[in-house]
């Protein structure tokens, strides 16, 4: 799959003149191909993911708690919740659901290592020393 990332400015596609070429190119040897535009997301990556369960069981280890408890504890205590209503009115049935880690930004997810590291009082290891690139 070829895949070329464009920017915008003033609402239009802003291609670099190589990536123009590039792509009339790809056109003309591909006249049966169909395109699809996507946004690009900006959502936390696996790398920080894999960051994160790599601090959780550093925390883990220096609190006695287990790794999962400690992610509900996190997110509990530190992302906001989403009253959600059965039958869209409220009533016995309501209850607040906490965000998911997996929708939040990349830099959101950042700054929610950050807390969890100043309310454990535990440092994050260093992620290129510990294997992880932290895009």
């Excluded at 009339?24 to 690009?40: E, M, S, Y």
């Excluded at 287990?66 to 992302?79: P, V």
């Amino acid at each position: 799959m070829k895949v070329w990332l464009v920017e915008q400015k003033n609402k239009k596609p802003d291609l670099t003149d190589w990536q123009l070429a590039d792509f009339a190119d790809f056109c003309t040897q591909n006249p049966k191909v169909k395109f699809r535009l996507t946004p690009l997301e900006n959502k936390r990556t696996l790398s920080q993911n894999n960051y994160y369960w790599l601090y959780l069981t550093i925390v883990a280890r220096e609190t006695g708690n287990d790794a999962e408890d400690l992610h509900e504890f996190f997110k509990s205590k530190l992302l906001p919740r989403k009253m959600i209503k059965i039958h869209g009115k409220k009533g016995e049935y309501d209850f607040q659901k906490t965000k998911s880690t997996t929708k939040l930004s990349k830099a959101d997810f950042g700054e929610y290592l950050e807390k969890i590291s100043a309310m454990v009082n535990i440092e994050m290891p260093n992620p290129r020393d510990a294997g992880y690139y932290i895009d």
